[in-house]
């Protein structure tokens, strides 16, 4: 499995790169042929202000931004692109403002929360949601409920890997496709083409890795 993994990198910059590796993976959700390693680019300083400065891109001359709402671990990353956003700069329309970098917590029926003192930074205010990746949906619609019940205004979603870039009524500003990786495939459990040849699952993806069988 890992020994037949290999890396997928933007060709802008290399330097951001993501590990893909192959074999028949489930979650609570889906089952998946590729297991994406993100870490990296969430969790290397270096790195993630690189990442930062690639997704800064679409918002710098035109979207105001009150606060960046980061799930999935992207924390670092939403560190580094406020700063980006509030770069000194004539085309550069947040410079002096406040920006915000939050992260909802979750309660025991697994929704998106914020305590009451954050909550001053999401209602009416401008926000870009920032995710990890978006593959089954999931999560990312359980965050755009959220952020709506708060009465965040969402002006961007910004994301590292977006399985489906055609389908959502989002627009979602992503890094890395399923158009990246050749064959990559999401199936419903009941309908996984590798569990109907009887392969045997590898590993469960969990949040923040993957448990091997
Ligand atoms: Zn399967």
Known sequence: MEDRAFTVSLDKNPVISMK???????TSHFHTNYYLDLDN???NASVARDVAEELAL??????LVDTIVCIEGTEVIGAYLAD???REGTSV???GRDIHVVTPRSNVNRQFIFHHNI???IYNKNIILLVSSISSGITFNSA???LSYYGGKLVGVSALFNAYPDMHEQEVHSLFTSKDIPGYQLYSPGECAMCKEGRKLDAIIVHDGYIRM
Not at 20 to 26: K, S
Not at 58 to 63: G, H, I, N, R
């Open 20 to 26: 893909v590796i192959p074999g028949h993976f489930t």
């Open 41 to 43: 680019l969430k969790t």
């Open 58 to 63: 679409p918002y710098l001359s035109s979207t």
């Open 84 to 86: 980006e956003l509030l």
């Open 93 to 95: 329309v947040n410079s």
């Open 119 to 121: 909550q001053k930074v």
């Open 144 to 146: 755009l409920e959220c």
